[in-house]
């Protein structure tokens, strides 16, 4: 079911915890700044792993659409679609899953099941309720929690569809066609054979983000360009009929639409293939030898990583561009036990290679198996995490049902 | 507002009434399990005040409808039509497609909804279109519209619309949309690149709009044809790709999705032509608005544009004389207005001069019309029953259409809430 380049918002990886308290703020606490500035800012993150993010984000606090629960000032608004795939593995889990766990902390956090957008390509139709309830499990099973952060599938809230006709009366035919995604899948499915859904997905996209009036987007490289289109088609919405046309109309004036920001990843560690050192670990690679997946069991963890590629050098080392296989190991070794880059540079730069792999597993295990046993937990209880999806929606729809009929308004429509 | 080539199935025609009895209906075709769709030209007594003859290629497959229909005795079929909200109602409007649904509404179950949705796809007036939309629902009540028996609505107020035709969308090649005729001459006009997707996509809103109620059939012009075909290949198409046992496995019904509708072809017959050339349609879009009759126009307009239409100089009056558009377009206005048929109103007006005919025409017009207006005042000016009245339609809408939509969203294998 994933579809792993397609995938938004699910690259973010870590980096040295140097980063993080580097880049604190003062003097930014103003809620009330209306024009958008440029800062470097970086709230104090309450993570394991001290993952850093440079985030370039506006000051612009509007009002948001729902007042927030949080005693002090106004938390920023992250959302990240998620694609019902059926299994997650570690290149996912730590390179975005695991860094929410620190976001929901900072952050109004609300994340969504894009199954309208899965069914963009041919998809198994057999397979994407289940694919759907799991992706949603192994969220919740890998620390989501839902009295901070917001888990719901994105068909749920209606909202999400209605936006998205709105904002395509806006969007230009043009800026659609030179999508770097869609043009790469067309050409691989056929190109006028595709669905028209395939050309609008950017602006259903644009929709899930500016329905919540989002601060922040964590985006990977593939979607960067979308995230591009939906900062340009919320400020061609507010120029269109925002302002003074929207009082006009009964209206509060001023932008409808916030215009979010990317939250990018400081360059740092991806998670190679283990049977490839300069591949990225894939779902798509066709040996599950490549992967270690979330829900592999002791023994089989134990096998892989017994198995997986590594070199003839002595000792271990971070960073050496002829020992990628080393890099990649040492870095999903620090990722999982939390250690810092250092601790780990000096615990196994002696070590051998066999004595590496039972401490890897080891640390494999101790960190995946309660993910795995509460994920069991969740599954055998449909009721549920039924219960959990359908707070999550009806929350978002909250939100949503606001910023779309402010946008009704603003376009002149005669309302419900 | 009003784009009168867009509008949506607005254009139907009257015809002489012995076409309505030359068709009836067969027996032995009230079967409403039969699954295979038939082509059968039947055609159900209608009790309309002008005999509005249809022809109607209908297909007999009354597979289960979605919601339970109230009429005691067969199943009603069910016709669907979008109307652009625009700020005003000609003649041309009202004598091709309006003034005919009082009399289908007596015989179908019949829905129709102020295509807001589709009216943003083009450059709009974003402070007209909230009152377009009322003023246009508010002519068709004042036409006659009954809503004890018709469901009138606004488009964007029944969110399945949009649900359905992003769902719709998935299953639409590219390839289908950039082919459409209308497409490709209103984006060529408003410039290529620069038009919104939305452009684009209005075939597949359209079809959302049709597959939504199952309609068995839909009234079309020549301009919406192409529309409506695209409707049925994707009706067929969803049908194949999600419907049948693979649709069981998910714990469906099986069968079809969709109902595949029909279009609902009117007679060939009398156009409404411009009162000041008697070659050209009567349109919104003239420059004078000499050129036509509008609905809401009073007495003295109304008088005056007569008086001064186009006419010719020769001796009495006449239907079907190419050499006289003119006096062949007052008359089928005349006729139709007044209730008469074509033989009546030739033997009345044989003789007449001119002047006298456009005394007898303008009161005609006025008589028929005044009714209207007074009715669309008192409407226009109790926005809380318009209102009420619109509610009223989208919940009714959204009934079926919700249904509809679970089992779409249930076909193609979604969790569903």
């Not at 199954?115 to 309720?129: K, M």
């Not at 050309?199 to 995230?227: C, F, N, R, W």
């Not at 089989?300 to 002829?322: H, S």
């Not at 993910?371 to 069991?376: A, F, K, P, W």
Request: glycine letters at 6%; hydrophobic letters at 40%.
């Amino acid at each position: 079911m994933g579809r792993a380049v397609l995938s938004q918002f699910l690259i973010l990886s870590n980096s040295s915890p140097r980063l993080s308290s580097s880049v604190s703020c003062s003097g930014l606490g103003s809620k009330y700044l209306t024009r958008p500035g440029f800062s470097r800012y970086n709230r104090a993150t309450n993570g394991d792993n001290g993952a850093g993010f440079r985030c370039c984000c506006s000051v612009s606090l509007s009002q948001p659409a729902v007042p927030d629960t949080s005693s002090s000032s106004i938390r920023k608004r992250i959302v990240s679609g998620v694609q019902p795939t059926g299994a997650i593995h570690l290149g996912n889990y730590l390179g975005a899953i695991k860094n929410w766990i620190a976001l929901q902390n900072s952050y109004d956090t609300l994340f969504f099941i894009v199954d309208l957008h899965a069914i963009t390509l041919p998809y198994d139709t057999q397979q994407l309720s289940k694919a759907t309830r799991n992706t949603a499990a192994i969220y919740l099973a890998c620390g989501v929690d839902t009295s901070k952060a917001s888990v719901f599938v994105q068909s749920h809230v209606r909202a999400h569809v209605e936006l998205m006709w709105l904002l395509s009366s806006a969007t230009p035919i043009g800026w659609l066609n030179r999508m770097i995604q869609f043009k790469e899948k067309s050409r691989k499915a056929g190109d006028e054979n595709v669905g028209a859904a395939l050309l609008t997905y950017p602006v259903l996209m644009a929709s899930d983000i500016l329905l919540y009036q989002s601060d922040l987007v964590p985006v990977g490289e593939d979607q960067k360009q979308h995230l591009e289109l939906t900062r340009e088609l919320a400020e061609r919405v507010n120029y269109l009929y925002g302002g003074r046309k929207w009082k006009k109309l009964g209206g509060r004036g001023g932008a409808i639409f916030k215009v979010p920001e990317p939250l990018i990843p400081p360059a740092g560690a991806r998670v190679m293939s283990l049977t490839d050192g300069l591949s990225k670990m894939s779902k798509s690679a066709p040996s599950d030898q490549s992967r270690i997946n979330l829900l592999d069991p002791k023994d089989v963890i134990a096998n892989k990583v017994k198995r997986c590629k590594t070199d003839a050098f002595p000792g271990l080392e971070f960073d050496n561009p002829e020992r990628p296989e080393c890099n990649n190991l040492l870095t999903i070794y620090q990722l999982i036990s939390s250690k810092m880059k250092e601790e780990v540079a000096l615990e196994c730069r002696d070590m051998n290679w066999g004595t590496f792999k039972t401490l890897l597993t080891d640390a494999l295990v101790d960190h995946l198996h309660p993910i795995q046993v509460r994920y069991e937990e969740i599954i055998s209880d449909p009721t549920y995490l039924d219960g959990v999806l359908i707070e999550g929606a009806t929350k978002a729809a909250a939100i949503a049902d606001a910023t779309l009929s402010n946008v009704y308004q603003a376009m002149g429509f005669l309302h419900r």
